[in-house]
């Protein structure tokens, strides 16, 4: 008897607690559909930041528990002129990963890492694996624009 | 093993039958209680926003206490952490308490600092006004309450500097501030004069951009994130309590490092 009030009790905080934990505002909303990346960018004061500056960090998935989806490798400009952010993508503790290339606009920066906005981690795992032909890879010292984003927790 | 409370002669065990309902009706009235006291209790967690008022007025003074001891605690002679500029994050975090595309950018050229309270000049400042003062640099560590720390560089007048040029009662309590983005603030006067305490107009040597308060932002190293506020439109120096966005949803004042 005591074991189920104590379970309600437990159900009644995981429930007031999660709803409490989570923004009215979350941040890194993906962008609405039918906006392009480059617009959805746009709206999220894109800010200069130098491309040696983002490698090896944490790429997140914009939700409360923001789990690492991977580390950024390296970052790259195809023949478009479109630059991509190669990660080192899935995987466990670092092991077993492959890169993708994910477009800088579906991504922002997030304090010391970066996080993916534009894509779930369903729709990333479908992404070609990576190959460095047909792209070319930017030097540290370019400076890049990317959007922000508020903290998901 | 059998008790000593064992009566010789055991009761007829019909009886059980008889009162069968009225026993399990006393179980049901235990769990509703213990449900109802493990409820209570999960409240007070802190999770849940709908307390009993008593519960919220008791909670309330315990934050007021910590508050108070936290001011005792507080030297104003010690220096918080700095770090060499190399450290310095490019571009900082961006935080609110709602996401950046719903930033609301500040006209420089318009901007006036309003002051009031407890101040002998009270005219407006402009954002070269602020910049004529004499400035400071510091590279400390912003952190957050959700637990989150990053390094920055932040550059302005000390606010010390700036409350003694507009002849402000230094011995008041509070400093409040009112934004740009509606999410007003204030810290206690001893953190406002203490040396690590700006208001300041650049990041990394550079005007700060739209994202991170321009024109102006407090930044204090001895206080956590949320009591730095961006876009400042205002300054009260005062002794009515003036709370703040975070304080009205429970979270502690003093909130000091």
Redesign the interface.
Known sequence: ??V???T???V??AV??EA??Q?A?????PPPTGMSLAESTA???P????VG?LLHRDVLQPVESQNVLGTVREVVQDKSGTIEVVINFGGFLGFGTRPIAVPVDAMV????DMEIVAYTPQQLQKFPTFMPSGSSRLPDDTIIKV?????S? | MKSRFRPNRLPDPAVLDDYLPLIKSL?RR??IR??IS??A???L?G???ERPASVEAALLAISRFNDKVQALLFNPNKLAPTYPASMI???????????????KPVDGAKWRLELSGLIADKRPWTIRDLQALPQRTIVIKHICV?G?S?IGGWSGVPFRTFLEYVGADLRAKYVAFKTADNYPSSIDMASALHPQTLLATEYAGETL???FGYPMRLRTAVKLGYKNPKWVTAIEVTNKYPGGYWESRGFPWFAGL
């Not at chain 1, 800010?47 to 130098?50: G, K």
């Not at chain 2, 994050?89 to 930033?103: E, G, R, S, T």
Request: neutral net charge; glycine residues 14%.
């Open positions: 008897m005591w189920l009030s104590i309600a009790a437990l009644a905080v007031t607690g409490y934990g923004s505002t979350p941040g890194g909303m709206m999220r004061f800010q200069p930041v130098r500056q920066l997030l304090g010391r959007g922000l984003a508020k903290p927790h | 179980e235990g769990l213990g449900g493990l409820g209790l999960a409240m967690t999770c849940d926003v994050l490019k571009p900082p975090k961006f935080n609110a308490y709602y996401d950046v595309m719903d930033v959700e989150w990053y951009a739209d994202p």
